[in-house]
């Protein structure tokens, strides 16, 4: 398996532009998880989709973000408008057992909105 | 509530050096607690698990850990560090009241000469 795969690893943005972050998750893991990674915050869940359905979105932290998990082996994360504080690192994971066995993050996405 | 705690904030050993990465965690039931390393611009990746039954365990890449329930604590060591261990390493607990992980803030790994 070529593991969890996100795209793009790199995306700068202006201010106000929508941005959608794409994850392909390990072909037979039922859980995705999206995290946001800063240095003053750490990692942070934003929301987490079981068997495609999101379960937990209370990480989210606003209207502007969004996430869609179409079926299996898709999942998006979208902000719309892009702030200059949404600059970080998004991560996608997917696990076997919701967490319970670990999870296998992806090479995660460096958003820079200018 | 869930927490976890890593100490040190950053760490230097000598190459060839014992490591040891220091982690505490407040749960209220057993545990499962997990070390993950990120080297620069990767995603993290996962070293070793705990769950249950022997609590010494053995990872990837040479690392283990060992669960202590007294001191709340499961700390990450290796008998010799070598220069491509340079990382960040993060401690987690997974909570299976609220089904989420929780991440410790890292501790990032510096290996000098």
């Known amino acids: 398996d070529a593991g969890v795969i996100q795209s793009p690893r790199h995306e700068v943005t202006e201010m106000g532009q929508e941005v959608t972050l794409r994850c392909k998750p390990i072909s037979g893991h039922d859980y995705l998880f999206w995290y946001r990674q800063t240095m003053m915050r750490g990692l942070e869940l934003l929301i987490y989709f079981n068997n495609n359905v999101p379960i937990d979105d209370s990480g989210m932290p606003e209207d502007r973000f969004s996430a869609k998990m179409p079926n299996a082996s898709f999942s998006t994360l979208k902000i719309q408008p892009s702030e200059p504080r949404d600059s970080a690192v998004y991560f996608c994971?997917?696990?076997?057992?919701?967490?319970?066995?670990?999870?296998?993050f992806g090479s995660g996405t460096r958003l820079t909105v200018v | 509530a869930q927490s976890v705690t890593q100490p040190d904030i950053h760490i230097t050993v000598s190459e060839g050096a014992s490591l040891e990465l220091r982690c505490n965690y407040s749960?209220?039931?057993?545990?499962?607690l997990f070390w993950y390393v990120q080297s620069p611009g990767q995603g993290l990746q996962l070293l070793l698990k705990y769950f249950s039954g022997d609590t010494l365990v053995q990872g990837i890449k040479g690392f283990e850990a060992e669960f202590k329930r007294s001191q709340s604590s499961f700390n990450l060591r290796k008998p010799s560090v070598h220069w491509s261990d340079a990382a960040e390493f993060f401690c987690?607990?997974?909570?299976?009241?609220?089904?989420?992980?929780?991440f410790g803030a890292g501790t990032r790994l510096f290996v000098k000469a």
């Open positions: 994971a997917s696990s076997l057992r919701g967490g319970l066995d670990g999870y296998t």
């Open positions: 987690a607990v997974f909570s299976t009241g609220g089904f989420k992980t929780i």
């Open positions: 749960y209220g039931a057993t545990p499962y």
